[in-house]
């Protein structure tokens, strides 16, 4: 079956009334917590957006040219995506594939009406804290 694909860090800007932020989960059980208002439910559409789900032209943050998601991801070897993506990235170092894969997922929602599908890109196996800008 494989193993559990992991979202290791979420960052938003300019999404709704988010102007910045960074979320670091951990293993185990995350819990968002808060105040009504505070963002919670933008942190989930967030998570749902830099995976593919339709959006909407005002998630942009009032004054802002674009809304940028980013999540970074860790998918352990046996992970059924992890063969799919070995095969896009043949130049992968085998010890990175061993160790598990890191991704990083991207997403810029514009004004237009336009919404992009997520792009994707190699993140380091073991990235530094400036590794996700």
């Known amino acids: 079956m494989g193993g559990v694909a992991m979202l290791i860090e979420l960052r938003l800007r300019n999404l709704a009334v988010i102007e910045e932020v960074t979320v670091p989960f951990g293993p185990g059980l995350n819990a968002v917590t808060g105040e009504t208002g505070a963002g919670k439910s933008i942190v989930v559409d967030a998570i749902l957006l830099v995976m593919g789900a339709r959006a909407q032209p005002d998630l942009i943050r009032s004054g802002a040219d ?57 993140a380091p196996t073991r990235p530094e804290p400036s590794a996700f800008p």
């Open 66 to 122: 674009s809304a940028v998601i980013e999540a970074l991801f860790e998918l352990p070897p046996d992970h059924p995506a992890a063969e799919v993506l070995e095969t896009e990235q043949p130049d992968l170092p085998e010890a990175a594939a061993a160790q598990g894969i890191r991704r990083d997922c991207r997403r810029v929602l514009e004004p237009s009406g336009g919404s992009p599908q997520p792009s994707t890109r190699q």
